[in-house]
């Protein structure tokens, strides 16, 4: 009898303390809910112009969370279209328009950080934030910045040695550099210190508005160009299908930093999945919006890198990719 009444009252506690919680979490429930049935404007601001995958990607994120466009957010985007110039006006207006958190990319995160200590910042595809200034660390960023780091300056060093692996025989290099990209010299020394290791000889040439990437061309022909590295750049997201065009004429394989610019018809790339990036980003948003304070909030590394390979690009300058590199490959456009 005694055995069981202990039990019973064990029980009792155990539904005392169920309920207890059911208590607390409720209100918290509640508050979420009431906050997502908020309308959230969200400033959207890109050194470049965003490709439709990387859009879809944040909204595919947010709607996960209950946000969905037209209804409980506005997507406010303001697009420099690789004039960077124009970033500090751009990120100014979304500060105006009083947005409850802006998400910038790459060298947006300064103008961003420029124009509001007080609106939260959620970085995407942006490269050494620490060094950069924009946080304080991974683990605690501090300030009002946070969200998503790249690591192209750490992955730049293999372009070489996968050029190599696709043109045994390469023997000159050409590296497009964009003089008004803060990280490039960074990017070009790194590349430059493996010229040796992989007995290959790097020339830069520089290129920062759309009429200068023909006279670019024009140098690497001089030169006696054997390929070609995009450094990670949105200004040359922009020009990718023009700069692959290009470099077919000249039969030159090319190297990018992202998948976007092997599907406009570059030959490899090496780095993150930044769609993956922007539908990430979305955790970010949403917890800001619940109250999080950014500077509290790690920033995350990409978890995965991947090699993309455009076999239609290889066989229209008459390259033909080693089985062994496409086998390494985790997406091959045939």
């Not at 050494?128 to 998503?148: E, H, K, M, Q, W």
């Not at 995009?230 to 922009?238: E, G, H, I, N």
């Amino acid at each position: 009898m005694g055995a069981y009444k202990g039990r019973g009252m064990s029980n009792r506690r155990k539904l005392v303390i169920a309920l207890g919680a059911g208590a607390l979490i409720a209100p918290l429930a509640c508050f979420a809910q009431q906050q997502r049935s908020k309308v959230a404007r969200i400033g959207l601001l890109e050194p470049g112009s965003i490709s439709a995958n990387r859009r879809e990607a944040l909204i595919g994120g947010l709607r996960e969370f209950g946000y969905v466009e037209g209804k409980n957010m506005i997507i406010e985007e303001r697009r420099a279209e690789g004039k960077y110039e124009r970033l500090p006006a751009l990120a100014a207006e979304l500060v105006q328009m009083k947005v409850d958190v802006i998400v910038a990319s790459a060298n947006a995160v300064r103008a961003a950080q420029q124009a509001t200590s007080t609106i939260p910042i959620v970085m995407v595809t942006t490269a050494d934030p620490v060094g950069s200034g924009f946080i304080a660390s991974l683990a605690r960023p501090g300030r009002n910045i946070t969200g998503l780091s790249a690591i192209a300056t750490d992955l730049s060093s293999k372009y070489l040695e996968l050029l190599r692996a696709a043109v045994p025989k390469l023997s000159r290099v050409t590296v497009l550099v964009n003089p008004d990209h803060s990280i490039h010299p960074e990017f070009l020394k790194r590349i430059q210190a493996t010229e040796k290791t992989n007995s290959v000889t790097i020339s830069p040439v520089e290129a920062s508005t759309a009429s200068q990437i023909e006279p670019a061309f024009s140098a690497m022909k001089q030169e006696r160009a054997g390929a070609l590295i995009l450094l990670p750049d949105p200004f040359f997201l922009a020009q990718a299908r023009r700069i692959a065009e290009l470099a077919a004429q000249q039969r030159l394989p090319t190297m990018f930093w992202t998948r976007d610019a092997v599907e406009s018809g570059g030959l490899m790339s090496y780095g993150q999945n930044s769609a993956e990036h922007y539908y990430r980003a979305a955790t970010y948003i949403d917890k800001i919006l619940m109250g999080a304070k950014p500077g509290e909030l790690p920033v995350e590394q990409p978890t995965k890198i991947e090699l993309v390979i455009n076999l239609k690009t290889a066989k229209a300058i008459g390259l033909a990719i080693p089985q062994e590199l496409l086998l390494r490959a985790d997406k091959v456009i045939e």
